[in-house]
């Protein structure tokens, strides 16, 4: 399967990742972020998530941006990202989701490092 099929066949789980992200991005966005190499897209038979390299001035981040289909597949998805980023320079992961992650992940060695509140205005 191509990219463009892989994206069109994970639309579903993206676009529901999408409504929790507080409007930040549309499906075509996320597209144009994995086209352009801003993103990376981590397909998967029963879901899939979208990632980016974040570079703070000290520290270089694999963050998970998106994340969506069934749980485990996610969770199994955890050594492959942890070597990928380990590959890119990265010295820590994140994770931007709903606080059930961090229940679901915790045996991967994840934690809760903070809270993020929104407000609009």
Same mark, same amino acid.
Do not use: Y
């Given at each position: 399967?191509?990219?463009?099929?892989?994206?069109?066949?994970?639309?579903?789980?993206?676009?529901?990742?999408?409504?929790?992200?507080?409007?930040?991005? @549309?499906?075509? /966005?996320?597209?144009?972020?994995?086209?352009?190499?801003?993103?990376?897209?981590?397909?998967?038979?029963?879901?899939?998530?979208?990632?980016?390299?974040?570079?703070?001035?000290?520290?270089?981040?694999?963050?998970?941006? @998106?994340?969506?289909?069934?749980?485990?597949?996610?969770?199994?998805?955890? /050594?492959?990202?942890?070597?990928?980023?380990?590959?890119?320079?990265?010295?820590?992961?994140?994770?931007?989701?709903?606080?059930?992650?961090?229940?679901?992940?915790? /045996?991967?060695?994840?934690?809760?490092?903070?809270?993020? @509140?929104?407000?609009?205005?």
């Amino acid at each position: 399967m191509n990219l463009h099929e892989e994206l069109l066949r994970c639309r579903p789980w993206i676009e529901s990742a999408l409504k929790h992200s507080g409007g930040t991005h @549309l499906f075509a /966005d996320i597209v144009q972020g994995i086209v352009s190499g801003r993103m990376q897209f981590w397909p998967a038979e029963k879901g899939c998530a979208v990632t980016e390299i974040i570079i703070f001035p000290q520290k270089k981040i694999f963050h998970v941006f @998106l994340a969506g289909g069934e749980k485990g597949q996610i969770v199994d998805m955890n /050594d492959s990202a942890v070597e990928f980023a380990k590959a890119a320079g990265c010295s820590g992961m994140t994770i931007a989701g709903r606080k059930g992650w961090s229940r679901v992940l915790k /045996d991967k060695g994840w934690t809760e490092a903070f809270t993020t @509140l929104s407000k609009e205005i």
